[in-house]
């Protein structure tokens, strides 16, 4: 049964899988059930960023667990009753574990989910140290990062004028059946014809972050859009900002002054979203973590599940533990006219297949 005030939407649910070194001999090899429900109760109480009766935490076996399986695995009915559900796969020799995180975006935003799983893992390893929870929790820098925004009306009046804009001047004589999809709301036109999206992983990223950003930015410019979509983070909601590139986030007055929508939860994940963003490449950096645990992250990614095969091209950074992981989405065709420039990320890469939309079971 969903928590009472809760009301699962599967449009808004988000998906991040992380990898886990756990070496020979990780405490988390060999986790009792009645240690997974301390891990709820106590982070909860502990560091507030999830409330108390929200966060559920599991195993499951998965025969020959490796990235794509467990990120992909149909285990998906917690998450119709907890907003937050934190799933832990291990490998058949245990020295792996591959941590799947479902959160409704409604209730949790991603990073302060992300910052929940590290707690989750930090508790398990610590347990039965005769530690006090605030010794080996750690605590979500974000939490006083940004300043609360009023929303402005003007702002959103000029993102709707400029999807006004791209639809009166698309010309359907310029469109490529191979080619890469049109900039504003008719790249959603033919969302039914087009071929599943392509999602990708990099892990042990060789290329320098400003670098990196480069690249993206070369592909902003491949797609030919003028400006690049951000959110900013304001626990539990977010504001989704506009900015012409992805350079501009790195000014802290630019990312603020950039954000037109209200604070709160985001739109769900369906056609109109991808209509409403589609004059931007969307851009989600997720900052630096040091999490206070000895397992080593492996990998890392980001997925909105039932994103539409139309929406924008995304990319998703983070650096955990001084290591720089990367995910990215994009439309099939998109994501051939940008082979090449993708081709320059330096390090470990994997395509993946996407978490599945949770499907009711009742």
């Not at 020959?64 to 399986?69: L, Y």
């Not at 004028?161 to 036109?189: H, I, M, Q, T, W």
């Not at 990223?205 to 951000?230: D, N, S």
Request: proline share 7%; aromatic share 10%.
């Amino acid at each position: 049964m969903a928590e009472a005030g809760y009301t699962p939407d599967p449009s808004r649910c988000l998906c991040l899988t992380m990898e886990l070194d756990l070496g020979t001999q990780s405490p988390l090899r060999d986790v009792d059930q009645a240690s997974l429900t301390d891990a709820e109760n106590i982070v909860c109480k502990t560091i507030g960023t999830v409330k108390e009766g929200d966060l559920k935490v599991e195993t499951h076996q998965l025969p020959g667990a490796d990235f794509s399986s467990a990120h992909s695995a149909s285990e998906t009915s917690s998450w119709w009753d907890k907003p937050l559900v934190v799933q832990l796969f291990f490998s058949a020799d245990q020295t792996k574990v591959f941590v799947r995180t479902m959160l409704s975006l409604e209730v949790v935003d991603g990073v302060g989910a992300l910052h929940a799983t590290f707690n989750v893992v930090e508790y398990l390893e610590n347990r039965g140290k005769g530690l006090k929870p605030e010794e080996y929790l750690s605590v979500p820098r974000f939490k006083s990062a940004n300043k609360p925004i009023g929303f402005d009306p003007e702002k959103m009046a000029a993102h709707e004028k400029r999807l006004e804009g791209y639809s009166a001047s698309f010309d359907a004589s310029r469109k490529e059946a191979n080619g890469k999809l049109p900039v504003g709301p008719p790249r959603c036109s033919d969302e039914e014809h087009l071929k599943p999206r392509v999602w990708t992983r990099w892990s042990d990223v060789t290329t320098p972050f400003k670098e990196f950003m480069g690249i993206a930015a070369e592909v902003q410019k491949r797609l030919e859009f003028e400006y690049i979509f951000y959110t900013v983070n304001y626990s539990p909601g977010v504001g989704m900002g506009v900015l012409p590139g992805v350079m501009d986030t790195l000014d802290h007055q630019k990312r603020t002054e950039g954000v037109f929508t209200p604070v709160g939860p985001p739109l769900p994940m369906n056609t109109a979203h991808a209509e409403n963003l589609s004059y931007g490449m969307l851009w989600n950096n997720y900052g630096r973590h040091e999490p206070k645990f000895s397992a080593q992250v492996k990998g890392l990614v980001w997925n909105w599940t039932g994103m539409p095969k139309s929406f924008v091209p995304s990319f998703h950074c983070a650096t955990i533990q001084g290591k720089s992981f990367v995910s990215s989405t994009f439309a099939e065709q998109d994501q051939r006219a940008c082979a090449e420039l993708l081709d320059k990320i330096g390090g470990r890469r994997e395509v993946f297949t996407e978490c599945p939309r949770p499907l009711p079971t009742r």
